[in-house]
């Protein structure tokens, strides 16, 4: 298919988005539903309807632009990403696919394509977990991780519920029609900046997304004695600090031995208390966040800290405790979307690196009700998440090029 990329267009919409925002240039900040983000979402509606687009908005505020298929009745070839931004974050993250997938659909159009499935460009609610606490928020309702009932529950850090903040924003209607049926899409394409630095140091263009990760977050509390760091022996001690000590070490070999690189296993956070210099610590609680690209390894994984802290807890006469916060099950990449990518990138002569996501992303839970697959651009030294985060023109272009490639020949 002979399409031309506008990059010009591109380049000067991911600017003009980056002017909504609550930070200074260069940062971006956009948290869901506050009016900035609103802002940002009608003048992204404008982009739309000006492309031809027919948009629908759901309960949670997820933005559905569809170009209509030959075959209304066959099911929809998505593609889409993103908009909200972390405080103090770039330009890209999320917003190359949203206005990258605008541009792709944009090409297709000019260059007198028609598809037979619809295509349609989603826009999900807050990705970031920023505002409530949980990630892709939009993505867990589509896909019907997330109940209803729980998430009206969730609250922002002023006390105010998702209900009330959507409907403030204009988004009405129940929750609980959000989720679409299981045969709702063919397939689901997410064009994303790679947010990490493979794709630049091995100088390839674009990366084919084949495993998502996904993380387990772990809460643990050791609970020992405390005491005066000069009078309470060695002999009789039960200090909470050093259990854990031992515990993060149980906790990075788990993960450094399952035999896969994709194991990881990260305490980032920990708290000691009293805290004091003079005082043995008598609590540790520890933040544990737990990746795999296959389920079965990283609920080992899990299984042999919870051996380890058994064994510590004994050893040490310390009482460890372990809550499971939440435990995402990863996704594979659908083989025929991932070969479609593939085909695309050989026919323009485009280099390409089979990858894994590890970050969080929507297409994480799009895979629990449709075919995914992600493809990657590189980004400067693998910045992402503040602002300095760069991707080029070429590297966008290119990236929009074979997402235009793959939705044309998915959607025919
Ligand atoms: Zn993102």
Redesign the pocket.
Known sequence: MKLAIDRGRVLSEIEALASFSDAPPPSVTRIVFTPTDRRARAWLNERFEEAGLKARQDAIGNVFARWSGSDPTAPVVGTG??IDAIPDAGKY??VVGVLGGLEAIRALRRSGFRPKHSIELLVFTS?EPTRFGIGCLGSRLLSGTLSADAAAKLTDSDGASVEQVRFAAGFTGELATVKLADDYYKAFLEL?IEQGPILEREHVPLGLVTHIAAPATLRMSVEGSGGHAGAVLMSDRRDALCAASELILAIENAARNSGATDSVATVGICEIFPGAVNSIPSLVRLGVDIRDTELHRRDSVIHQIEEASRAISEKRGVSIRTELLNADPPADCDSAIVDALAQSCKNRGLNFLPMTSRAY?DSLFMARIAPVAMLFIPCRSGYSHRPDEFASADDIARGIVVLADTLGALSA
Do not use: A, I, N, Q
């Open positions: 990403s993103h993250d999320g990705e994303h992303h």
